[in-house]
């Protein structure tokens, strides 16, 4: 069955840039049924939809986020990733990926999450 | 963005007894919503989606109503393995947007 694997730093510092790799397995990122999205749940608040992104390489980000993010697909490797620049410690949180159906988005497969801590 | 109010934040109920959770939505979102249940260091599980309609393998205990703005998400018979957080979360336009959390614990 498909599986989701987050995989990254846990700490940051302040002002750096977070790097976080999906990887898919038992099945492919090159499906057009599917955005491949990141999603982040911050201590004790509510599960924050980031972006997508679709095998073409069409994006979708949080607009609330969108001056800091960056999200790519490498269909070779059968993985995509998540930048997020001039992190704070507002920014920690359990980071998901999961994948979202393209006709009805609802996130039927998700990876069991990473936490990122903001600190110095 | 399409707000999501979900009620209540917490509830404690017996094994056996029927639990009920809403969510408002801050506009019309059609059927557009889904439902999904949380445990801790365990990958979030999709129960229901576009409303109504369960996701294969889940309990038939578990059911949502609702359309518009007023959605209902049900557990008919409280298991003790429905310890968990509950979130709805709409798609009718992005961001796509979640409610804020249920609680469930069992007494």
């Known amino acids: 069955q498909v599986q989701l694997q987050e995989s990254g730093p846990g700490l940051v510092k302040p002002s750096e840039t977070l790097s976080l790799t999906c990887t898919v397995s038992g099945g492919s990122v090159s499906s057009g049924a599917y955005y491949w999205t990141w999603l982040r749940q911050p201590p004790g608040k509510r599960l924050e939809w980031i972006g997508d992104?679709?095998?073409?390489?069409?994006?979708n980000y949080n607009p609330s986020l969108k001056s800091r993010l960056t999200l790519s697909i490498d269909t070779s490797q059968n993985q995509f990733f998540l930048k997020l620049t001039s992190m704070t410690p507002a920014d920690t949180a359990v980071f998901y990926c999961a994948r979202v159906g393209v006709m009805i988005k609802y996130a039927d497969i998700w990876g069991q999450g990473t936490l990122v801590t903001v600190s110095s | 963005d399409t707000q999501m109010t979900q009620s209540p934040s917490s509830l404690s109920a017996s094994v056996g007894d029927r639990v009920t959770i809403t969510c408002q939505a801050s506009q019309d979102i059609s059927n557009f919503i889904n439902w999904y249940q949380l445990k801790p260091g365990k990958a979030p599980k999709l129960l229901v989606y576009d409303a109504s309609n369960l996701e294969t393998g889940v309990p038939s205990r578990f059911r949502g109503s609702g359309s518009g703005t007023d959605f209902t998400f049900t557990i008919s018979s409280l298991q003790p393995e429905d310890l968990a957080t509950y979130y709805c979360q709409q798609y009718d336009n992005l961001p796509l947007t979640f409610g804020g959390g249920t609680k469930v614990e069992i007494k």
């Open positions: 992104i679709h095998y073409s390489g069409s994006a």
